[in-house]
């Protein structure tokens, strides 16, 4: 089970911090992502890493930065500089075995959290 948190309605520029907590399996042993959707479009990936080595793979450097504390199986990302663009559902996904090159994929992933809605006011 994943249970995503830390959004809601910023101005732009702001800061938000997404929580993503795992339970239910070992979570040191999944690699993590982090999509979103918006409205009328279809869920992209935005930042992942991976389990053991903790290699990292951003869709918008600079903006996000992901990062997991396997003992508090959390993943977090951070996402600074909001713009008006960054309005969407963002879910949280755990996967095992997901080699580098799939980490976007989100067939790769076994569960999924429930999303928490990121809104950014113009």
């Known amino acids: 089970q994943l249970q995503a948190s830390g959004g809601g309605l910023v101005q732009g520029g702001g800061s938000l911090r997404l929580s993503c907590v795992a339970s239910?399996?070992?979570?040191?042993?999944?690699?993590v992502g982090w999509f979103r959707q918006a409205p009328g479009k279809g869920r992209e990936a935005v930042s992942c890493?991976?389990?053991?080595?903790?290699i990292t793979d951003y869709t918008a450097k600079g903006r996000f930065t992901i990062s997991r504390d396997n003992t508090k199986n959390t993943v977090y990302l951070q996402i600074n500089s909001l713009k008006a663009e960054d309005t969407a559902a963002y879910y949280c996904?755990?996967?095992?075995?997901?080699?580098?090159?799939?980490?976007?994929?989100?067939?790769?992933?076994?569960?999924w959290g429930q999303g928490t809605q990121v809104t950014v006011s113009s």
């Open positions: 996904a755990a996967g095992r075995s997901i080699i580098l090159s799939n980490l976007r994929q989100e067939a790769a992933y076994d569960y």
């Open positions: 239910g399996f070992t979570f040191a042993d999944y690699a």
């Open positions: 890493i991976s389990s053991s080595t903790g």
